[in-house]
């Protein structure tokens, strides 16, 4: 499968100072950007910006970022779901996963994550895709923001159906781990009925439950 790649950008007006959502951007400016000390929901800030720099690397790596200035205080990254998670299974190649999403909390509370998914989305190549993110309640940022969980689901829930990424019923088990955790995803408008029932297969392995 060719990933092409077509970017975007639109400027966001923000109360704490305006910025650009862009993507998806070349390795060469995500080198070139500073990275916010702040991001920290995954890795340390410097692990997580070479981790960023190794995804737009891959055929089919994605990032979107927040930017102020030249700093990097906010992304979304899509890539292939991780082999060893049962989304890799199905050895789809327009299955991919939103497998990050963060914002500095300077910036929290101004729609720049449902900015960075509505730049992610205004590329038409995405309709060749099956998108997922599946939400884990240990990656929130429970204290910092003072939320409950339910909260918190709620806040991420409409978030990303602003990317067009609505709510899936599935049987993996570390989903299902914790009834907050869930699994979203969009099909793309060219994706086949044939994919649709792989990603289905995926999702509910054990169907006979449902």
């Not at 970017?7 to 060469?28: F, Q, V």
């Not at 930017?67 to 299974?89: F, K, N």
């Amino acid at each position: 499968m060719e990933h092409i790649k077509t970017y975007n950008a639109l400027e966001l007006k923000h109360k704490n100072g305006d910025l650009i959502i862009e993507g998806p951007i070349r390795t060469s400016d995500i080198e070139s950007y500073s990275f916010h000390e702040g991001l920290v929901a995954f890795r340390p800030p410097a692990q997580q910006h070479k981790a960023l720099i190794g995804i737009s690397k891959l055929p089919e790596g994605r990032i979107i970022i927040a930017r102020d200035q030249d700093q990097i205080v906010g992304y979304v990254t899509y890539l292939y779901p991780d082999p060893l998670e049962r989304w890799s299974e199905g050895k789809m190649d327009n299955l991919i996963e939103l497998g990050a999403i963060e914002v500095i909390s300077k910036f929290r509370g101004g729609g720049v994550g449902k900015a960075m998914l509505e730049v992610s989305m205004m590329d038409d190549a995405m309709e060749d895709y099956i998108v997922i993110t599946t939400e884990y309640y240990w990656h929130w940022d429970l204290k910092g923001t003072k939320l409950n969980v339910w909260e918190y689901r709620k806040v991420m829930e409409k978030m990303m159906q602003n990317g067009g990424l609505e709510y899936f019923a599935t049987d993996d088990p570390e989903i299902c781990s914790h009834p907050a955790n869930c699994l979203m995803a969009r099909i793309g408008k060219r994706i086949e009925q044939e994919d649709v029932q792989r990603f289905d297969a995926l999702r509910l392995k054990n169907r006979f439950l449902y």
